[in-house]
Structure formats: C-alpha cells, structure tokens
C-alpha cells in the first residue's frame, strides 16, 4: 500500500511537470499575439493621434471664424460711423480705431487660411493613415485568428492535464497530498526525488541518515530530505525485488512500528522462523 502511494507521488509529480509546460505554452502566445499585430497596431495609433490633433485643429478653426465675423461686423459698424462724424477729432479716432480692426481682422484671417491649409493636410494624411490601417489589419488578421485556435488548442490541453491531476489527487492519501504541495507552493517544481541506491537524496545528492533509509526502502513512513526538504522514495522497484528478503522483513515492519521494536536491538528474539520451526516439528512428527 505505501508501496502504492510512493508511487503516486512520483506520478503526480509527472503530471504536474507536464501541466507546468502545458501554461507555459499558453503564455508563450502573448509575445507571439504582439508580434503578429505590431503593424497595425502602430498604424492605428498613428491614425488616432492625427485623428485627435484634427480635432483640436477644428477647434482652433472655429474659435478663428467666430473672431473673424465678430471684427468684421465691427469694421462695418466703424465705417457707418465714420460717413456721420461731427468734427475732425472723432472722424480721426473713429479712423484710428478702424484701422485697427482692419490689421486685426487681417492676422486672423490669415491664421484661418493656414488652418485651414493645416485641416486639409492632416485630413488627407488621416485618409492615407486609415487605409492602410485597415489593409494591415486585415493582412494580420489571419495569422491572429490562426494563433487563436492554437492558443485556444494549448488551454484545452491545458485544462485536460488539469482535470486528469483533480481526479488523480481524489484517489491519493490527503496528508501527503498536503505536504506535496505545501513543497511545491514555495515556488519549487521538484517535491519528491528518488533515493539513490547509495542511500543519498536523488535531488540535492545530500546522505541521507541509515535509519531514514531504512524507513524509506520499507515505505513504513514519509520521509524528507534533511537538507533540501524533498519526499524521498525508494529506489527502483528492481531493486526490492532482486531482494527476497526484503518482503518478509516488509510483513514484520508493519506490527514493528511500535517505538519499542524501534529502540530495542532484539532482533533475533523476534524471529519468525523460529517459532514456525517449532510449530512444524509436531506436524512432521505426527505425520511420520
Ligand atoms: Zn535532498
């Protein structure tokens, strides 16, 4: 059963190394979208920029025309007044006055017909600016869509692994689900390592204690590495089996979890087969 379990672990972690490379294929599209669009993109923003700078323009054009028609309404009302002044003196500052509406009325209209030079311009750079706009997108259209369909085939695989993990976790031991991923949630993406047949940790290669080893090669508990803090496994199941002697001692370490089978070297008291020699002998006699 803890033979299982190990197992398991090493299987999780399988599945969860796969579904690390599955996001990062997912994430690997970003770049590859920005890529793709980068023109249009551009084109676009350029096109929203002239778009804005025309509007101020437009703004600026109004401001002008409203300032225009106000002086010219008030270089008529001067003129009207200069056909009925009384003396001199008024005909002179009704003059003086005019002639300065007039140099007004000149500059603004002057900036008006540059605005409106400037208008024509950025509406044509506008037109240009939006057409090929439209062309480069729909030029990168379908590479976009293209990678769509490959982003969205990469989350399916992704939500697969995902789903397969849920089920698997829902048939392994709690606790060591618990600890497997407190491990993992520090960021690391190996929690469980192979000892190796020398008896270190398969991971950071650090020399694991000979009762933890011994622990580990029974599967009678969970086991960390000292150093690096990963579950360690046993070796390759070969190596249990190639030892037939390793199974029986198995059976027994299953009642030796108590602590005083754990302190006490009597071994040789213990031993099974010499009460199943005992037991034997009358049989044999019996029979013969
Ligand atoms: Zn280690």
């Not at 997912?26 to 350029?46: I, T």
């Not at 982003?151 to 976790?169: K, S």
Request: charged share 35%; with cysteine; proline share 4%.
């Amino acid at each position: 059963m803890s033979e299982q379990r190990r197992t398991a672990l090493k299987q999780l972690q399988k599945l969860d190394l796969r579904i690390e490379a599955a996001r990062e294929r997912v994430r690997a599209f970003d770049p590859k979208f920005e890529e793709v669009e980068l023109p249009a993109l551009e084109l676009e923003s350029e096109a929203e920029k002239t778009r804005a700078r025309l509007q101020e323009m437009k703004l600026e054009e109004r401001r002008l025309t409203l300032s225009v028609e106000e002086k010219r309404a008030r270089q008529e009302r001067l003129d009207e007044r200069l056909g009925s002044v009384r003396n001199l003196r008024e005909e002179a500052a009704v003059s003086a006055e005019l002639e300065m509406v007039k140099r007004a009325l000149q500059a603004d209209e002057q900036e008006l017909l540059a605005i409106a030079d400037h208008i024509r311009r950025a509406e044509e750079r506008l037109a240009e600016l939006t057409e090929a706009a439209e062309e480069a997108r729909a030029q990168v259209e379908p590479a976009l869509a293209g990678l769509r369909a490959e982003r969205e085939e990469a989350r399916d695989d992704l939500e697969a692994l995902q789903a397969e993990r849920e089920a698997f976790v829902a048939t392994m031991d709690e606790s060591e689900i618990r600890l497997y991923d407190g491990i993992r949630r520090g960021g690391r993406t190996v929690a469980v390592a192979e000892m190796t047949e020398d008896g270190a940790c398969g991971h950071c290669f650090g020399i694991i204690p000979l009762q933890a080893q011994n622990e580990i090669r029974h599967g009678t508990a969970l086991i960390r590495c000292e150093a690096c803090g990963v579950i360690l496994t046993a070796p390759e199941p070969e190596d249990a089996a190639a030892e037939p002697a390793e199974g029986g001692g198995q059976a027994v370490g299953g009642a030796g979890e108590e602590p005083a089978h754990a302190e006490g070297g009597e071994e040789p008291a213990e031993e099974p087969e010499a009460d199943a020699g005992g037991e034997a002998e009358p049989d044999a006699a019996s029979t013969g």
